[in-house]
């Protein structure tokens, strides 16, 4: 069986702190996704990985992966109030009809 | 970027009625299309696959007879809660991917239901 997890669960942290969010998947992975999600809101794509070792940065966000270590991280750098919300990590697979297995999320709260 | 829609954005009903919900892709043609649901802090789960043209692909679990899934045309796919009752509200999303960028799940909007 497929799992995904996340930690940690729930983060606080300051504004212009920098923290790690990390996702570790069971088995080996054609894609792994980073999504936001904001109360009462659905869900905004943030990255999307497809090899080993890539790397992707937006803003304050950056993204890699580690196929070989099944885990991919989330670093967030100089945290500010807006990047406060839920994030899940997402593992799809080909061969499970492109269907996403997400994590639990790590709800952050970025605090003045 | 892809962009799909999804109404109503919220609903409240009452126990033993039916609710649709509609999810589409206002610029790209989806041959598949997802359907989650979320309870109140938790993560997505995945209800059934969508396929246009074919039945749903329902996950384990999850009632058929239910959740009614349509997929009618390449830009819609539709949800129907029958007989809805209060352990079935939720807050429901849809997803597709642009089959020429197929790389990004684009999700709609979700439609929290309240059944009464």
């Known amino acids: 069986e497929l799992k995904v997890e996340q930690n940690p669960l729930f983060l606080s942290m300051q504004e212009g702190k920098n923290y790690t969010i990390y996702c570790n998947y069971s088995t080996t992975s054609d894609r792994l996704y980073w999504y936001r999600q904001d109360p009462g809101k659905s869900l905004e794509s943030l990255f999307v990985?497809?090899?080993?070792?890539a790397v992707k940065q937006e803003g304050r966000l950056m993204a890699s992966l580690d196929t070989k270590a099944r885990l991919s991280t989330l670093h967030i750098t100089a945290a500010v109030h807006d990047l406060s919300a839920t994030y899940f990590c997402a593992v799809e697979y080909y061969t499970n009809a492109g269907k996403s297995t997400f994590g639990d999320g790590t709800t952050l709260t970025v605090k003045p | 970027g892809a962009v799909v829609s999804q109404h109503p954005s919220w609903v409240i009903c009452k126990s033993g009625t039916s609710v649709k919900i509609e999810c589409r892709s206002l610029?790209?043609?989806?041959?598949?299309m997802f359907w989650y649901r979320q309870f109140p802090k938790q993560s997505l789960m995945l209800m059934a696959t969508?396929?246009?043209?074919?039945?749903?692909?329902?996950e384990q679990g999850v009632e058929k007879d239910k959740f009614l899934i349509n997929h009618a045309s390449l830009t819609l796919s539709t949800l129907t809660v029958t007989s809805a009752h209060p352990e079935d509200s939720s807050f429901y999303i849809c997803?597709?991917?642009?089959?020429?960028?197929?790389?990004?799940?684009?999700f709609g909007s979700g439609t929290q239901l309240s059944v009464l």
């Open positions: 990985l497809l090899s080993n070792g």
């Open positions: 610029d790209f043609q989806a041959t598949t």
């Open positions: 969508s396929n246009e043209g074919s039945k749903a692909t329902y």
């Open positions: 997803s597709a991917r642009d089959g020429q960028g197929y790389e990004k799940l684009f």
